[in-house]
């Protein structure tokens, strides 16, 4: 069996002085906002489901979707939309193989963060 020191032996170094970058911040981002969206669907699909079971499930249902916690999901919602979008078509770039200096590739992260936050204001004041 193999002799473990765990005293002796230092931890990761990343752990210690990782950095973390705009690069990485905004592909976590990408999935983070793309699992959430799953929730926001779950919450609009219950919705619709409760609308076909009758009136008090309903009601109970629209509750939720209405409330502060609704809206809240929704306008997160909207903006992970957005996100998604833009980073999508950020990837779509780097698979053709521009844009992956790491100037470029920093630019096009602040376009996908401030583009879909612009991009959720302007919707917000359409709807």
Known sequence: MADVKAGERPLSPHL????PQLTSITSILTRITGNALIVAAILAVWWLLAASTGPDYFALADAVVTSWFGDLVFTLSLWAIWYHYLAGLRHLVF????????????????GC?????????????II
């Open 16 to 19: 210690q002085i990782y950095r």
């Open 113 to 125: 963060i401030i583009g879909s936050v612009v991009l959720t204001l302007v919707t917000l004041v």
């Open 95 to 110: 698979d053709a193989g521009r844009g992956l200096d790491i100037e470029t590739a920093e630019r096009l992260g602040w």
